[in-house]
């Protein structure tokens, strides 16, 4: 599927030229998971525009099966339309009801306040055990009201969810009348929740872990990448690369409360936190270096070069040692995390990438060798091998298993801890790169790269359970339980 311009009245057309905001966005089409998406379809808006996301799912799970071809999604500021160039052609309702909810559009609008959002009905019909039957459409603009005005601000991206009440879509055996509502987000209590980056978006979204369901988005400057949540702090941390800053926000309110400066000869790629939330050890993967904040005085406090092209970090908070993944060096780092000194180099046998240490082992993802290498701890010896998928990137563990995230074959590796082999592979399509387990709801999710969601996969059966579309490449994905 392609996302494609919509048709504009005169006032709209003007509209567009005026804030010069709007351009087109590719879609594509989803893999074996997920299905029909908006994947890839983020915006090149100016700094000036808030954004919005519409999410759709449905009254009740059973109901007609209905299909419409939909267009001109927009919202209303007194009675003048801005459109969300990203927007879905095709609604069905078996897509909703497979993924609890699906994207439906996506798009930059300015700063003011919206009291309104329309569509235009172009074909609708009654999928009836594969017999498409076409539907008479009872009035094509489908105009639904907020419960309340909607203020948006400049930087702002905010997320309003569609419900659809297909049952009362239907007037009769042959008319439609679209039955929708619409609702901000909410976004509850720091419970249950998780929180995903999307960079190209300037957008973190969060999750319901009990539903798998957007509740909501945070706009953020500056292409937000890496998560690390400190829950006893009551923060979440961010790593922002283009704003060269960290910046910092109140899990209860989702409120940005400061934010430190990162030296702008650095140029940060991934970062981790302490356990005590008071330090922030930054990766400068071009520049080889590695970089401490120290969050409380926002003041950088350690510094030190770092092999060649250094990927990936792991805090070891009872050894309070840092292990380090360097790539052309194709060795592992540990440093003392006080001093910044090193106190010992492993050699591993590819490219090494994601780390994961359990049970006094370091597991280590060796992407060019498509293997995972253990080493025991502390000493660093060469344990063995495991041969997993193509281009593994990062490792979890949950429910007595390790699972990799296997770049290049689109699947998920299981992994015994101390047996030498990798059970089979968890199929869910594109890239897979990103991962977190919720242990209270016993799911593994799967952020893809390419399809623009996150998989979700039953720790209990180890299959896929669902998928989290999102419509942009996710980067950082944790669970705050």
Known sequence: MKARLSGLHTISNLLVLFWG???????????????????????????????LSVFLRLKEPEGPNLWMKISNLEVGSHNTWFPLRAARAEIQRQDVRSNGQILAGRGGVPAGQYQSIRFTVEKAALDRDGEMIFLSVDNPVVEIDFPAELNLAKGDSTSLFLTWDTAGSMQGAAIIRPKMTVSPQSIPLVTDLAYVSCPALDTIYIVRTDLNMVCGSVGISGNPTTLVANLVGNRLFVLTPKDSAVKIFELTSNRLIDQIRIPLSVKSTYMTVSADGKKAFLLDEMGNNLLRLDLQTGTVDGQIRIGSRPKYMLYLEEQNLLAISCAYAQKIYFLDATSLTIVNTVDTGGTPDGLLERDNYLYVAESSSNSVSVFELPGGSNKFRVNVGIKPRRLVFGNSHIYISNYGSGNVSMLKPGQLNASRGIQVGGMPFEMDVSLARQWLYVGDEQKGGVAVIDLSSNKVAGWIELGAAPNSFIVVN
């Not at 966005?25 to 983020?42: I, N, P, R």
């Open 21 to 51: 905001i709007f351009f087109l966005a590719g879609c594509q089409q989803g893999g074996t998971v997920g299905g029909d998406s908006l994947s890839g379809a983020a915006l090149q808006e100016s700094s000036g525009d808030a954004r």
